[in-house]
């Protein structure tokens, strides 16, 4: 069946650093991923898409990478500020479709 | 713009009980969505509508029923509550298919306890 992992252990990170989370996917090939930011109580906000012909994509201080064939896809967060700290989201689609698949999510706190 | 928004934010619920979720869009979004959100699971799709007057079930549909009244509105019911159907609920919607993006927008959640 169709499997996203990302790292359910809290990633800490000094403000000033590059945050680095990861997803990894199995037994499918997602048109296009997408990254969500949840804060605690909130709905989750879209923050890049990335689809499987781009090997990068870049927003300000944020960057995604997509590897098709180690199926994943690294979410980066330059110069990380405490306002960063949140719980981010990964969500490839199903084939053709617009249904999204989401990951568990990895906590990131940035500590000053 | 509100964007979407959902009513009630906090329910609590006996066993047994049916009650209603409301969600309303406002930015003429043709797909609207309802997931649940557990401990651990991640966000599960119930049932979608990928536009007025049609919905489908999503992962996991048993225990739910849903109405598109018209193209702002998507509504989420449970019957009869069951513990098992304890989670934070979120309604999403998304631009056309195959002419947008495919981002979605949530709304804030109906946090849900069914004792």
């Known amino acids: 069946s169709q499997k996203i992992e990302q790292n359910s252990e809290a990633l800490n990170i000094q403000e000033g650093k590059t945050a680095t989370l990861t997803c990894n996917y199995t037994n499918y090939s997602p048109a296009y991923l997408q990254w969500y930011r949840q804060d605690p109580g909130r709905g989750p906000v879209f923050l890049l898409l990335?689809?499987?012909?781009?090997k990068e994509k870049r927003k300000e201080r944020l960057k995604v990478t997509f590897d098709t064939t180690l199926k994943q896809s690294l979410f980066h967060i330059t110069a990380s500020q405490p306002a960063d700290s949140a719980t981010y989201l990964c969500a490839p689609n199903v084939g053709n479709t617009d249904k999204l698949i989401f990951g568990t999510g990895t906590r990131l706190q940035v500590f000053p | 713009n509100a964007g979407v928004t959902q009513t009630p934010k906090f329910q609590v619920l006996k066993t047994g009980q049916s009650m209603t979720l409301q969600c309303a869009q406002d930015?003429?979004?043709?797909?609207m969505y309802w997931y649940r959100q557990d401990p651990g699971m991640g966000l599960r799709l119930i049932y979608y509508?990928?536009?007025?007057?049609?919905?489908d079930k999503g992962e996991v549909p048993n225990g739910y029923n849903v109405s598109r009244l018209n193209k702002r509105e998507f509504s989420l019911r449970l019957e009869s509550a069951a513990p098992s159907q304890t989670s934070v609920y979120f309604c999403?919607?998304?631009?056309?298919?195959?002419?947008?993006?495919?981002?979605?927008?949530f709304g804030e959640g109906s946090r849900l306890t069914v004792l």
């Open positions: 930015m003429n979004h043709n797909s």
């Open positions: 990335i689809r499987e012909n781009e």
């Open positions: 509508s990928a536009s007025e007057g049609t919905t």
């Open positions: 999403a919607s998304t631009r056309d298919r195959g002419r947008g993006t495919g981002e979605l927008f």
